[in-house]
């Protein structure tokens, strides 16, 4: 399974909807329910689903979804090297 893939089905399940297809553009006001509460279960939830952990650095950076996408990839291309 692609990380982008992976990432949405972690998005539908923290969300509890099975209709949203993440897009790099896509914000917490995009999705019905992101609010602080649901973005720490969400970062909680790509943490545990991709075996990594962010720091309170890197999160303060994320913009998007695509900001997001693109630190998992980052940190799972540094894990296999």
């Known amino acids: 399974m692609k990380t982008a893939e992976k990432l949405n089905d ?3 399940t923290v969300f509890e909807n099975d209709e949203i297809n993440i897009c790099p553009e896509m914000t917490a006001g995009d999705i019905d ?3 602080s509460l649901s973005h720490v279960n ?3 939830a790509v943490e545990e689903g ?3 952990r962010f720091t309170e ?3 303060l950076t994320f913009k998007n979804v695509g900001d997001l996408l ?3 990839e980052n940190k799972l ?3 296999g090297s």
Do not use: C, K, M, V
């Open 10 to 12: 972690i998005f539908r």
């Open 33 to 35: 329910g992101w609010d």
């Open 42 to 44: 969400l970062i909680l």
């Open 50 to 52: 991709f075996s990594i």
């Open 57 to 59: 650095r890197e999160l």
């Open 70 to 72: 693109r630190n998992i």
């Open 77 to 79: 291309g540094a894990a």
